[in-house]
Structure formats: C-alpha cells, structure tokens
C-alpha cells in the first residue's frame, strides 16, 4: 500500500469511508487515480465485532459530542444522539441492513408534483432516473443485490412470515423479501448469509456488502489508495483563488498534518459534511466552503421513520435471520388522495431486547412496558421509511458553545417535523398496525423515530448555483475541485433507504472526475508548502501528473 | 459521595424493580442497574446529592421499600420525572434489558455467530401461518423499472 507525501499535488483526498467515499476511493484508483482515504474512526475487522448491541454500539458509533434543537421527539429523548451511524473504517455500511430500493421517477422532481406545500423547499434534481439508471445497475451488480444480477431472493424468516402474510391479510400485491444487500449464496468471495440476525452490529461473516471488505481492499489491491485510519478532517483548505488545496487533519497519533490534493471529496456523511465545511470558513467563503447559496446544512432530512411492533399468542422469534429481508411497494407512490404528498415503504426490522427497551418506547416504564417486553418472543416488528420534506429551517449548523476534542464547534442538529411529515407517519403507522391486525396480533405497538440512521440533504444537487451547493456530479458550484459524495447531496430524499443511490452517484461521480481531469477541466489549488518535512514515500515517476489518469 | 448506603442502595433496587417490573426475575437482575448507578455516583458529588434527596423524597412519609406494589406505583408517579427517577429509569433501561440473565427470561437467545447462526437452527420455523411468496407478484409489476 502506498504512502503518499503531504506534498504531493495529485492525490484525491476523500473524507470518509463508508458507501460514498469508499466506493469512491475503489472506482477512483480502478481509473488510475492516486487516492488518500482519511477515515476518523479505526481499522475494525470483522472478527472483532460482536453480537452485543450495547458494546457493538460502543464499539462502532461516533460518539463525537452533538446536539439537538427542535420539536422533533429525538431532541428530548436522545439529545445528543440526533443520527446512529458509525465511526470507522466502512462508516455506516459496517452495521446497516441493506435494503436497496431505486429511487422512483417522480422522487426527482418533488418541485412539480409536490408544488405548492407551505414551508417545503422542494427543487427538482439536475438529473433524472433515465440519468442514473445505468449507475444503478452497476451498483446493483457491485453489491450484490438479491433478485438482480441473477441473484436469488432471501427465503422468509419467520418475521418474514407474519410480515407477508399480514401484507396479504390487507390486500398488498408488492412484497418480497427484498432488494437486499446480503448474500443468499456465496458470491465475490463473500459466504452467504448463515441468518446471525445481527447486522446492526457488524457482519462477521462478511455476508453483508460493506465497504470495509469490498470496495476498500479492491482499492488497496490496484496499488494506489493510501487508507489512513485514525485521521479526523478539520478543515478543507483554500487558496486565493478559492479553490481546494488540500485538508487539515488529526492523525492517529493526535498530530495536526495538511495533505494536499488536486481534488477533495467529502463523503463524512450528512451531519459531519455540512459541518466540515462550515468549519472551513475563511476570506472568500465567510458563510462556509461552498456556501454562496445559503443552503449548506440545511434541508436536513431524515426520512419518515417509524416503527409497529405487534405482539402474537404464538411464537414469532423475529430475531432469528436477516432483519430488514421484507419489503413492501405498496404505499410507496405519490398519492395525495391519503391527505400528504410523497409515499413510504414498509420494511421488516427486528431488534434484540437490549435496543428494543431503548427504542420501543423512549422514556416509558411500568406494566404496559413490561408486559410488552414479555412479549418478545411472540413480537413481530415492521419500519416505516418514507419520504420526508425538505425545510430550510431543518439544519446543521455549528453550535460554538460546545467544542469537540479538537477544539471544532460541534454540529448542532435542529429538525421539526413537517405536517406532512406528521400525516405520513399517522398513515404508516395505521397501515403498519391494520397489517399485523389482519394475522391476529393481540397487541400492537406503535414506536416513534429512532435517531437518524438516513441522513440527507444538508449539501444539496441543484441545477442553478443559487438554489444549492453541488451540481449534478456533486462538484461544489462555487469550489470546482471540491466534490460531495454522500447522500448530502441529494436533492430531495424519496421515500428508498439512501445506500444504493449513494453508491450509484459514487461511480458517476468517479467516471466524471475521471472525464474532467483528462479535459483538464478542473483547476488545481496553488497551496504553498510549509516546510515541514512531506513525509511518505518518494513520488513514483510513473505517477506524475498526466500520466495517472485512464489506466482502466 | 464515595458508596451508596445500604439504605439507598436498596432503595434503588425496589425503585428500578417497581419501574420496570418483571416477576420472574430475581433481585440479581436488578442489582445490575444499582451498580451502574453506584459507578455513575462514584466521585460525582451531584449524582450522589440526587440521589440522597431523590430517596428522602420517596421514604417520605413511608420508606419507599416498605411500601406495597400499588403504593409504590403512586410514590414514583409522584415523582415521575425528577431528577432521582430519570437517572435510575435511563440507567435500568439500558442495564436491566443488558444482561444474559434477563435475556433468557424473555426469550431472546443472544449471541448466535458462534453458533451458526440461526440458518439451521430455526430461522423459519414459524408454523402457524402459510409460507408466503418471497418473490415480487410478476403479474402485479414494480413501482420501480
Ligand atoms: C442501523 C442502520 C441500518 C441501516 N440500514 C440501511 C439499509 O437497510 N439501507 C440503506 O440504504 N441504508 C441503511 N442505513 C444507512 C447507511 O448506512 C448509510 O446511508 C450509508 O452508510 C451512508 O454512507 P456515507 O458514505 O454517507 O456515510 P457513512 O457510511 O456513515 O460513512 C461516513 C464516514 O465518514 C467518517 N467521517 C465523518 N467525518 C469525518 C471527518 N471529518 N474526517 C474523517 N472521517 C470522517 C465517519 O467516521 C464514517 O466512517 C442504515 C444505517 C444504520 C445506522
């Protein structure tokens, strides 16, 4: 594996390793590219995860102080945990489930079918589905999704059984047990699934798509990523002219470093993208890098979210096999004839006792909450994912009262639920409960939002400069070499779980970069060399400018 | 404040028992979460102030522990919310629900990797209802392609 020096001036420097930046990173250095992955969290490897949800949770969230303004319920019942995602080498791919949707047609244009709503900032995207289509195909057969690429679908488990059953007990007609990113069958050099039922812990057998044992050592295996464990992006830099230069970092050993770069990609995830580039305020960009809009951090969304739980007088067992493997289209299209705008998918969840205590009713106690949890065995459990509204006022921004290790403002999230928001989720949590009623559920309980784990928005895709902070490659409109590859740079957030369409927007992004430095469309920061010793290897002469790019 | 008294530290145990109670466990379970709070008051002059005042409030004008289960049910309604009565339900919550023990109770069988996982060991085998299609209805379509 390579070390690049801090000098060198062709790197890509990516922040953030998980499905944007980590597939990034592998389809950047399949081109050829030299690539430095900064990733704040460490180097875990599967077999040191553990089928525990409160110390996997220690072992793998960021932790890092936030805080939380707003009427959203998680502001009062989890202050300081607005969003549970992860913090290590993978990011969040190392403990998400792995449903897959495609975005929708409409979902790309919620300014012409979602017009008119009081306090909704809706803007289409720059691109369409026809645009991203051949992306999710790729991504599809990268990550191995079930019932593509001839990919079976995962057999029904038994939470699985009551879910389908009780779709048909109501009339559905589109349900399947997934577009899922878990090997049914061997494939890629990964094992199938042996149904552990726990992935929001880590997969120990690798069954699950992450970045972390895919993209990750593909990149390593080309020669030319550097991944750099253990190192926490501060700053963007920028030069006079208010292009990229490089990043600002904490390396493993708590030392301050500058790595400069060609191109910098942030892919932190949605709250910590926003937030380093409101950190990297300086002259030209007083509101924040790439801010010229107004728009960075704000139309944070999170997605509908919700969840029934339903209690059976037989056995259930939900938490044996894969957790989320059941999908329901049903309510997904736009139908405003329900009273809100947008849709929502049903999708099967299980949770262990310990996260079902935390999260089955934040703050609740007594009988009605134990009785519940005597149920356990007997308890099916679905989630209700569904578009929400995009709202200026929903934000990240940086709260500089409270100041992380570094010294950093913390971000501070800020969220209210919209109307329509609130109309959907009556909705979904009705149908989610007629559902289990159908099958003869004794009790069913209705579970608000946990803490985010679809993070959206807050950097968004826009046509025109004015109206976001990317455009239709996710290439910052005011900072040409600076790209965004997360799902912050969504425009609007569909009612789909976010992944896929992160990963799809990851290899066009790369394919573009790859297009534009050929071009020599994008300009290169001018940074002035400190002076301090560059560290790393010397640079190879096969890797001069010029020469680095097209190899594949 | 370096150790709980004996007298808080029972207390504490019929507080987090009466919070969230389960009758088949025994008092092991709920010894968990006094612990925490013990570790969590440790060298914490603040913890330890709540939770001194926390109980004079409860035992007043009954010592809580002496109370009857419906009496002790109005105690903590009366106090629902305070300071005391959040720091031992979040500390329950998260230590009672986190313990083998109380897994087995409820019938969660915990740590499965080791084991195989489920995938020959009953990840199917609900009986009570017919299997369902896995795959999507062909004659119905997607909403997506
Ligand atoms: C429990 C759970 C279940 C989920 N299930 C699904 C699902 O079924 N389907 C789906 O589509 N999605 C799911 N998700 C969401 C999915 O994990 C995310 O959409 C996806 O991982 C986001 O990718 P990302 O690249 O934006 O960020 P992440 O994967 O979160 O990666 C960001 C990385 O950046 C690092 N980082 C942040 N800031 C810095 C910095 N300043 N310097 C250096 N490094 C930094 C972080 O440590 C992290 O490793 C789930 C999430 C959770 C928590």
Redesign the interface.
């Known amino acids: 594996m390579p070390r690049y020096r801090y000098d060198d001036e062709d790197v890509v420097a990516i922040v953030g390793s998980g499905a944007g930046g980590g597939t990034l990173a592998h389809e950047l250095t399949k081109a050829g590219h030299k690539v430095v992955l900064l990733e704040a969290g460490h180097h875990h490897t599967p077999d040191e995860f553990v089928n525990d949800e409160w110390r996997s949770f220690k072992q793998l969230a960021w932790l890092d102080r936030r805080t939380t303004s707003g009427s959203f319920r998680v502001a009062k019942d989890f202050p300081n945990l607005p969003a549970w995602i992860c913090k290590t080498v993978g990011g969040t791919t190392v403990h998400w489930a792995g449903c897959c949707p495609r975005f929708m047609e409409h979902e790309f244009k919620t300014s012409t079918y979602y017009d008119g709503m009081d306090g909704v900032n809706a803007l289409d995207w720059p691109i369409s589905l026809a645009d991203i289509e051949p992306y999710y195909e790729r991504a599809e057969a990268k990550i191995g999704l079930t019932g593509t690429n001839g990919i079976p679908q995962l057999p029904a488990n038994n939470n699985y059984k009551v879910f389908a059953n009780g779709a048909q007990g109501v009339g559905y007609k589109r349900f399947h047990t997934g577009r899922y990113a878990v090997n049914p069958v061997p494939r890629d050099g990964r094992p199938a699934t042996i149904q552990d039922g726990f992935a929001f812990q880590g997969s120990k057998n690798r069954s699950r798509w992450s970045t972390l044992y895919t993209e990750i050592p593909k990149a390593q295996a080309t020669g030319k990523l550097d991944l750099r464990p253990g190192s926490h992006v501060i700053r963007v830099e920028t030069d006079g002219q208010g292009l990229a230069t490089g990043v600002t970092y904490i390396d493993a050993d708590g030392l301050e470093q500058f790595q400069r770069a060609r191109i910098v990609a942030v892919a932190g995830n949605a709250i910590e993208t926003p937030r380093l580039l409101l950190n990297s305020a300086g002259n030209l960009f007083p509101d924040g890098l790439a801010n010229s809009s107004g728009q960075l951090g704000r139309n944070y969304m999170r997605h509908l979210t919700a969840s029934v739980y339903a209690i059976f007088d037989k056995p259930v067992h939900m938490y044996r096999g894969e957790p989320m493997a059941g999908h329901i289209e049903d309510e997904a299209p736009n139908d405003p004839s329900r009273g809100f705008v947008g849709g929502y998918y049903l999708q099967l969840l299980s949770l262990g006792v310990p996260f079902m205590a935390a999260f089955m009713d934040p703050g609740g106690w007594g009988r009605e909450f134990t009785s519940a949890m005597e149920g356990y065995t007997n308890m099916a459990g679905l989630w209700l994912v569904g578009e929400d509204m995009p709202q200026q006022t929903n934000r990240v921004t940086l709260n500089h009262d409270e100041l992380d290790q570094f010294g950093q403002p913390v971000p501070n999230v800020h969220f209210d639920d919209h109307p329509n928001d609130l109309a959907m989720r009556e909705h979904a949590w009705q149908a989610g409960q007629a559902l289990y009623e159908s099958v003869g559920a004794v009790r069913t309980i209705r579970t608000p939002p946990y803490p985010a784990t679809h993070n959206i928005g807050t950097a968004r895709m826009s046509e025109r400069a004015q109206d976001g902070v990317v455009n239709a490659f996710g290439q910052a409109h005011d900072v040409p070499n600076l790209f965004v590859s997360d799902a912050s740079q969504f425009t609007t957030g569909a009612a789909a779980n976010p992944t896929l369409t992160i990963v799809a927007l990851a290899i066009r992004q790369a394919e573009y970069i790859t297009d534009q430095l050929r071009a020599g469309s994008i300009p290169s920061g001018h940074a002035v060399w400190d002076g301090r010793d560059p560290g790393g290897a010397a640079p190879d002469a096969t890797e001069l400018p010029g020469q680095t790019v097209g190899a594949s | 404040m370096s150790e709980l008294s004996s007298h808080a530290r029972e207390t504490t145990l019929r507080v987090a028992r009466a ?4 009758d088949a466990l025994p008092d092991e379970a709920y010894e968990k979460v006094v612990r925490q709070i013990e570790v969590e008051a440790r060298g914490n002059e603040a913890i330890g102030a709540t939770i001194e005042q926390g109980i004079a409030e409860l035992d007043d004008p009954t010592p809580f522990k002496d109370l009857a289960g419906d009496e002790q ?1 109005a105690a903590l309604l009366r106090v629902e919310g305070g300071d005391y009565f959040n720091l031992v ?1 979040a500390t329950a ?2 230590e ?3 313990n083998p023990l ?2 087995k109770a ?9 084991l ?4 020959t ?6 009986d ?10 062909p004659t ?6």
């Open positions: 919070m969230y109670p389960h049910l339900r919550v998260v009672l629900y986190d109380v897994w409820l019938g969660y069988e915990g740590p499965s990797v080791h195989g996982g489920y995938v060991r009953g990840f199917d085998d609900l009570w209802l017919p299997d369902p299609p896995i795959e999507l209805d119905v379509g997607s909403h997506h392609r």
